[in-house]
């Protein structure tokens, strides 16, 4: 495998800067938005299905779904 370019590697870099500079609590508003999202979620999705959820950040959302399996992905 050849390395990577400097401006991939440039790229990743400025992406890991921003992450790692991510709040890591959540604000109330935040916090608030995610219970709502969740709710209706809980309606619409079954107890027994699996669920993906694809930029899960910290699982926050994901933890609060009543489904069967749950898998989150994030950088």
Same mark, same amino acid.
């Given at each position: ?10 790229? @990743? ?12 609590? $959540? ?6 938005? +995610?219970?709502? $999202? ?12 699996? /669920? @993906?959820?694809? =930029?899960?950040?910290? =699982? =926050? $959302? $994901? ?5 069967? +399996?749950?898998? =989150? /992905?994030?950088?």
């Amino acid at each position: 495998m050849s390395a990577i370019s400097a401006v991939t590697a440039k790229h @990743l870099q400025h992406l890991r800067s921003f992450y790692d500079a991510a709040p890591v609590e $959540l604000n109330w508003a935040a916090r608030c938005y +995610r219970d709502v $999202l969740a709710h209706y979620y809980n309606l619409l999705i079954p107890s027994t299905a699996s /669920v @993906l959820e694809i =930029g899960c950040g910290s =699982g =926050g $959302l $994901l933890s609060r779904i009543n489904a069967a +399996r749950k898998v =989150g /992905v994030d950088i």
